[in-house]
């Protein structure tokens, strides 16, 4: 049975719930595709100045909820090294947030694009705050047909998990849509709660939480267990290639 390794970026932290759920969640789903998981948490501030070096050895990259980081420059180096190097990437909470802010800066060129938890005098807030909190809030997702997120569920409705004071700026929006970044799932009133990136082997950030369902379920949530194959597969081909980086390189 093949190992596929997750990095965990973020800072780990016992008494948030979503860091606590995470190894159950990953353990569940790697239990339905067909392998083994081994995560190791990340800091922030290790992506720096080589992400390429931390991450390379792993199959996949979950950027953790828990923002604000020790290294916001670190969480979005290695959201940029992940998606440029084919490496599939889950975003959930913090991290979707930080995946919408690597993209508009680094591929829009919105150099001064914001999040307002940590700059909330910025000019260009991306990341704005939610009109309404959502803090252990549970709330309705409609899929869009077609899109990864949709044939993950294999329907186009859910029920999800949030905890979180902060989403996508409706404002930049058809930007980052027009930019490439596909909006795969809204709540009941559009707006955006799941985002993907065509072309990419997994690239996918969800502003709830799917790892919470861990704790409350036996059952593999969907989304994780896509994201898990695909780093299966990425395992796969890398062995297949004789390319697989060794542990600690």
């Not at 596909?182 to 009133?189: N, P, Q, W």
Request: hydrophobic share 45%.
């Amino acid at each position: 049975m093949r190992t596929i390794r997750i990095a965990l970026t973020g800072e780990l932290d016992e008494s948030v719930v979503a860091h606590r759920a995470i190894p159950r969640s990953l353990a569940r789903a790697a239990a339905a595709v067909g392998c083994r998981v081994e995560a190791r948490w990340v800091p922030t501030s290790e992506l720096l100045p080589d992400p390429t070096a931390v991450l390379a050895s792993f199959h996949g990259h979950w950027c953790v909820p828990g923002s604000p980081y020790a290294s916001l420059e670190g969480a979005l180096a290695g959201i940029a090294d992940s998606r440029g190097a084919g490496r599939p990437f889950l975003g959930t909470c913090g991290g979707f947030q930080h995946a919408l802010l690597e993209y508009a800066r680094d591929v829009l060129g919105l150099s001064d694009a914001a999040h307002e938890e940590s700059s909330p005098i910025a000019r260009t807030l991306l990341i704005s705050r939610l009109k309404c909190s959502l803090e252990d809030h549970d709330g309705r997702v409609h899929l869009v047909p077609g899109t990864r997120a949709a044939a993950a569920y294999g329907r186009f409705l859910a029920v999800e998990g949030y905890h979180c004071n902060f989403g996508l700026n409706p404002a930049f929006r058809e930007t980052l849509q027009r930019g490439g970044l596909v909006v795969s799932g809204v709540d009941d009133a559009g707006d955006a709660r799941v985002v993907e990136l065509p072309g990419h082997p997994f690239f996918v950030a969800t502003l709830f939480q799917p790892e919470r369902s861990a704790l409350a379920s036996r059952l593999p949530h969907p989304l994780v267990a896509a994201f898990v194959e695909a780093a299966r597969v990425r395992a796969t081909e890398r062995a297949a290639r004789g390319t697989e980086v060794a542990v600690g390189r």
